[in-house]
């Protein structure tokens, strides 16, 4: 079959691999440039490649092409207000800190290698004819065409220009939320001798409650920091107006960054800030013709670092899916909703739940006490007993399903919780009779 | 102050009164025709005006001049599947019916009388700058212009583009659905002699189920009615493709209806079919610039009948605001929203919750019994106790504060069951000890 892909981003160029792969012809269309010839190599991004993600890039067989370029987190580093540290290990398995950029070139590469792959840069999508199906792009240049494939597939992210046009005139679901809370990026440069400034095998975490910070390692000695703050308020965007405010509110909260980031006030006011969205939307596909898959039909909060692995789990399912159906588009996809759509909204909804608890680590002892107990379980009923966040990044276990067993285990704790609450009780009791 | 208000819809026309009412330059572009002059009299929708539209309309002082185009409805009437009937009473107050077409009309009518209120039709919005304010318009004739008020409102119901072009780039939450039901409207005709062919002073309901039927009577002696079929399945409007399908499924369904719409296989299969769509978003301002009202901001499923009436309300806090602070117009729309953002909100919830009851009124014996010993309460306790519909539809008590009241009785209700149950059950201990 003849796909035209919209949009080269993690999973438009995953799913070109994986289509490519079956022999399906596909043409990708991205409105950014090559990133392969964009020689000004931006100290981009960095994102979390987990356990889903790892066992997608494998069953194309580019899990080992791929770890060749990550930096292994094998734990979470809280750096508290007074400089101590506090660590807590993923489990077996870890969390890979890889940067965007390369991570893109190479499944670009890697699905250039199919002959009937081609991708097609500066050039946007600007609307579908659903029906046809027909995709409208215009060129950097300003050339304008029309492409006429068996299936349009809508990769273009959270702000999706094929959904749009695909949902217009349906009983089409929406909702969109931002978070209060934006982000901007830091970098933290490698020591003279290139080695790196803090621990380079841990995800570093500031929980500050309203305010909080985060950093990855990169292999080349550097770090990525992403600082989430509120819009508006005493602590926001919003009230940092001078390099004095930003240097006040390092030297307050982020004592041990201060000196890390060179010039911080000045490059903390320079960046741009972005937003964080979630989105649920429905239908995801019509009528065999078009089919949403990434953050085109679910952006998440990005506090639990797994949209991207996601984005790769549809992409293989959508693949398998075709390959499942060779006779029925339309059933094909289809299937790919009904196998998809349960878990991306409990990834959505675990993700939302995720960032309030990660404001509060610093508050909540209640949060902690319970994380405690969960990793003390895992260790004694190992295999059996799993912290949520476990499953989610070190198993491919489908998110609802992750989800329906953290909720299990969670009434089996409260539950223990009652009855050794009761059992004091009655020791009480029994003292003053 | 200047005002532009985008739609002339029951929104748009009478927070134009109410603005004019306090000497501000209103004008109101409205992209359909003018309905005064407009003499093809469609036998339009008609509409449920209730207790809190016409304490707005009293307000300002329309409430003698609109209630003598509107057909009284003291209660609802259920017909059953077996041709019996049912009655219960929607106490004080009860519903008028009323043409949307003719309320317009007069709306617009007694917003002109104010000479700084002026209308423009045939002129559709086509974008905003937020920020001047400035609003594109397109007229009919293909004459583009723009215009730049003090304040833009957005008055252009659920898909309004004011919204749209307000909201752009913005954090904005914004929720859609639609029901997977939709309608078509039925025509009765008066009897030979100009008479109702049915009772003229009740709402008609006919619950089926996944399927249903509502009429609405008008003066002239004829009936609106009002069919809800799912899209999809075997009942659906899919599958009702001939004239022998749709008079089979009234012939099952609706067997009293059959008779009093003439040919209505043909009729029914000719009329267009409307969806329903429940939208909540935020913000519903800008700057003092922009601000939205009615289904612009949050249009709700029907069955309660209370989107207009919701519209007329906004109309008036809107008026308020702006009389309540003069000194800030952002300070205005500001107050205005955190007014009537709960409510609103709280109505979208009983809306959905409503149509749900309303399908199921057949079936669940439950339901039934909880409405029969509210009306049985309601009497007894006189002022004291009063069921939902009630409080939503006679009186103007705030949606929010409406909901949280049938919380408290509902527990009431549900406590005293529990206990009327456990002296039930202590009985029948001691019977057999
Ligand atoms: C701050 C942050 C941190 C994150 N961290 C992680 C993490 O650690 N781990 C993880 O798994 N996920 C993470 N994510 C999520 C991850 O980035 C996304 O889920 C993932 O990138 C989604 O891939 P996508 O291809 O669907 O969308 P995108 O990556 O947004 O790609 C969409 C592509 O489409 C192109 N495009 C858009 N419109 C058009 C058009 N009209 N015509 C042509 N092309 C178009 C865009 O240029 C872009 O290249 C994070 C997200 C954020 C915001
Ligand atoms: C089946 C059904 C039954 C209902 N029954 C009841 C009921 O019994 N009681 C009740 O209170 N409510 C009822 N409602 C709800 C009620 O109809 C709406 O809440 C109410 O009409 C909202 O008023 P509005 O002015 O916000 O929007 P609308 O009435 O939709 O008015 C919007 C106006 O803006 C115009 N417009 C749109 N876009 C543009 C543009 N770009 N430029 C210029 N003009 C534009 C439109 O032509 C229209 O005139 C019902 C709704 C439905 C669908």
Redesign the pocket.
């Known amino acids: 079959m003849e796909f035209v892909v919209?949009?080269?981003?993690?999973?438009?160029?995953?799913l070109a691999l994986a289509l490519g792969r079956q022999g399906h012809t596909v043409t990708v269309?991205?409105?950014?440039p090559d990133p392969r010839v964009n020689a000004v190599h931006t100290t981009s991004?960095?994102?979390?490649?987990?356990e889903r993600?790892l066992k997608a890039l494998e069953r194309l067989g580019l899990r080992q092409e791929i770890t060749r370029h990550v930096s292994p987190m094998r734990g979470r580093l809280v750096h508290n207000q007074d400089k101590s540290l506090r660590f807590s290990t993923y489990g077996d398995g870890g969390?890979l800190?890889i940067q965007?950029h390369d991570l893109?070139v190479q499944l670009i590469e890697a699905a250039t290698r199919s002959a009937n792959v081609r991708f097609v840069f500066d050039?946007?999508?600007?609307g579908i004819d659903k029906d046809l199906p027909a995709a409208d792009?215009v060129s950097e240049s300003g050339n304008a065409f029309t492409v006429t494939p068996d299936v349009i597939v809508g990769?273009?992210?959270?702000?999706?220009?094929?959904r749009k046009h695909m949902q217009r005139d349906e009983r089409a679901d929406f909702h969109q939320e931002f978070l209060d809370w934006g982000?901007r990026e830091l970098h933290i440069p490698a020591a003279a001798d290139g080695s790196h400034r803090m621990a380079d095998d841990v995800f570093h975490l500031w929980p500050r409650g309203e305010t909080m910070m985060f950093a990855?390692p990169n292999l080349d000695g550097s770090f990525t920091c992403?600082c989430v703050l509120p819009f508006e308020g005493p602590r926001s965007f919003d009230a940092l107006r001078t390099s004095d405010d930003v240097e006040s509110l390092f030297r307050e909260l982020f004592p041990d960054v201060l000196d890390l980031v060179p010039d911080v006030g000045k490059v903390f006011l320079d960046q741009p800030t972005?937003k964080?969205v979630t989105t649920r939307t429905s239908p995801w596909h019509h009528d065999g013709k078009v089919v949403l898959?990434?953050?085109?039909c679910h952006?998440?909060y990005?506090f639990?670092?797994?949209?991207?692995?996601?984005?790769f789990e549809?992409g293989l399912e959508l693949a398998d899916s075709f390959a499942a159906r060779p006779d029925s588009p339309r059933a094909a996809v289809e299937r790919f909703y009904q196998r998809r759509k349960p878990h991306t909204d409990a990834l959505a909804e675990m993700s939302r739940q995720n960032f309030a608890e990660l404001r509060d680590t610093v508050r909540s002892p209640g949060v902690r006490l319970e994380k405690a107990c969960d990793v003390v379980l895992e260790k004694v009923l190992r295999h059996r007993w799993m912290p949520l966040h476990a499953m989610i990044t070190n198993t491919t276990m489908p998110y609802a399903d992750a989800r329906a067993k953290a909720h299990r285990q969670r009434r089996i704790l409260q539950g223990a919780a009652a009855a050794i609450g009761a059992v004091a009780l009655g020791g009480l009791i029994r003292r003053f009779r």
Do not use: K
């Open positions: 919209v949009g080269a981003g993690m999973a438009g160029a995953f269309y991205e409105r950014r991004m960095n994102l979390g490649l987990s993600g969390i800190a965007r893109g050039t946007r999508c600007v792009f990769a273009d992210g959270a702000f999706s220009v094929v982000w990855h992403s972005f964080l898959i990434g953050d085109a952006a998440v990005p639990l670092a797994q949209g991207m692995n996601a984005a549809d």
